[in-house]
């Protein structure tokens, strides 16, 4: 055990809740099993994987294969469970979890990750992770909602028990704010995804609400750039316009989401970046269209949704090709 603090309720901003007790007692029931193992790693530490992170970090140092060790940034990677999980093995951080969610705060923001590098994990080891609960902190208000903060150290060791790399990851778990709550009678639930607008953005969502689809442009040299910005990438003029984009697109690249569960979504649902005829290219929803048949150069027209009663967004819905 360290000198975390399970339950600490620093910067609490309401009176006593009896489901704020039960999840501290939780929090301090989940930190008092100490450090509890999991699965040894499906395979021991190997070339292949080190060769496919190398190249999808961009890292063309030979050193790693050379001397047959794993860089050390790839500690989570080989402990990593897959889509399909082999049999149940749950951590102390599980059961806080799964109880902030019954509890509301569903949604979840990573704040904090440091990882402390012991040794080099050389080929051939398998790595073993543990984990332990460090502590809760909350509630606490938030500029995405109240939510408390979990931290929980993973330790991943060689065989015979030598510790190879820790990590303390710290994330939040907050309930999605609504603007009112809940909705006044004859109005609709607010939808809880809200866009950041701001001086760099206030005017592409200005445009939203007359059903114009506006690209940001550089006032000097004039080329269009997406996701608005402070300054142009080419010739940093921070002089910016906008054009109005045609409104038609093709899909560039898309998921399809199932999971985890998105407030005020239902699942499965589309996102797509769309290529615009202007040049740039643009994040959207695909809609009034089964996700599988959506695909890549499937060609598309912006439509505008109101989500409820104060916000429209911009959504592409499958347009026949000319
Ligand atoms: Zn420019």
Request: glycine share 10%.
């Amino acid at each position: 055990m360290t000198g975390a603090t399970p339950g600490a309720t620093p910067g609490a901003t309401h009176g006593p809740d009896p489901a704020d007790d039960e999840l501290r007692e939780l929090a301090a029931k989940q930190a008092a099993l100490g450090e509890v193992r999991g699965t040894p790693a499906a395979d021991p530490v190997n070339a292949p994987m080190i060769r496919h992170w190398l190249d999808a970090m961009g890292d063309a140092n030979p050193a790693y294969l050379d001397r047959g060790v794993a860089p050390p940034a790839m500690a989570q990677v080989w402990t990593m469970q897959g889509v399909r999980p082999r049999g149940k093995v749950s951590t102390p951080v599980d059961d806080v979890l799964a109880a902030l969610e019954a509890r509301g705060y569903t949604g979840v923001v990573a704040t904090n990750c440091e990882q402390t590098y012991h040794r080099y994990a050389r080929l051939g080891e398998r790595l073993t992770p543990a984990t332990r609960f460090a502590g809760l902190a909350g509630p606490k208000r938030t500029a995405l909602g109240e939510g408390y903060f979990a931290t929980w150290n993973v330790t991943w060791y060689a065989d015979g028990d030598e510790p190879v790399a820790e990590m303390m990851f710290r994330v939040l778990k907050f309930r999605p704010r609504t603007r009112t709550g809940t909705a006044p009678a004859g109005r609709r639930e607010p939808y809880p995804l809200r866009p950041a607008v701001n001086g760099d953005t206030a005017f592409f969502w200005e445009g939203v609400s007359r059903g114009e689809l506006r690209v940001q442009s550089c006032a000097d040299c004039g080329r269009l750039r997406h996701p608005p910005g402070p300054l142009c990438p080419h010739c940093r003029s921070a002089d910016r316009s906008y054009v109005t984009a045609s409104g038609e697109g093709t899909v560039y690249s898309y998921v399809v989401h199932h999971h985890p569960p998105v407030p005020g979504r239902r699942t499965p649902f589309v996102v797509a970046v769309v290529e615009l005829p202007e040049g740039v290219r643009i994040v959207g929803n695909v809609v009034d269209c089964p996700p599988e048949d959506v695909r890549v150069g499937l060609p598309v027209r912006v439509t505008y949704r109101a989500m409820d009663d104060d916000l429209v967004l911009p959504q592409w819905t499958p347009r026949e090709p000319r």
